[in-house]
């Protein structure tokens, strides 16, 4: 009987992990489409074209359009002579309104690359996949035009995110 009474006390906590993983996620959700497109500003960034209704710890927030630039070297995509090279970047509203880029794991080959880990705070709203074609020169963030040829860029308005219940994201 006791061996019985770990298994569903192990049993128990997975459930209430599992959880707490959805109320997080039903907390720091987007309620409107964020409308990600290029920037109009400069083709360097990411613009948030509609005004972003979202929840934040449950509480709604609102977004206004805005362009959001890639850190230079930090979400650089390496080039391959061979592959395409890629990553996703989800795009994250702080409880401020102040967005920012979480770059995922740059893979090889085209449709390949995952959504990067949630952070621990924040709402995603979006995310965008940026895809080097092979032979050419890297995505170098912060500079390379979105437009730029060498460069398949996509963007994801994000509603909400289903929390993984493995360790792949």
Do not use: W
């Amino acid at each position: 009987m006791q061996k019985h009474d770990i298994g569903r006390a192990a049993f128990n906590a997975t459930i209430a992990a599992g959880l707490d993983m959805e109320n997080t996620a039903e907390a720091n959700r987007c309620m409107t489409a964020p409308g990600l497109c290029i920037g109009s500003s400069s083709a360097a960034k990411v613009k948030i074209a509609n005004t972003t209704t979202f929840l934040c710890g449950g509480i709604f927030k609102s977004k206004t359009s805005a362009e959001i630039a890639f850190t230079a070297t930090t979400h650089d995509i390496p080039c391959s002579a061979t592959l395409v090279q890629e990553a996703m970047y989800l795009l994250m509203l702080a409880a401020d309104g102040t967005p920012s880029l979480v770059m995922g794991a740059i893979v090889a080959g085209s449709g390949n690359a995952l959504l990067p880990e949630r952070p621990a705070t924040g709402t995603p709203i979006g995310a965008v996949r940026i895809a080097v074609a092979a032979g050419s020169t890297k995505f170098t963030a912060g500079s390379d035009l979105l437009s730029a040829g060498h460069l398949t860029v996509t963007y994801y308005d994000i509603g909400y995110i289903a929390p993984r219940f493995d360790t792949v994201q």
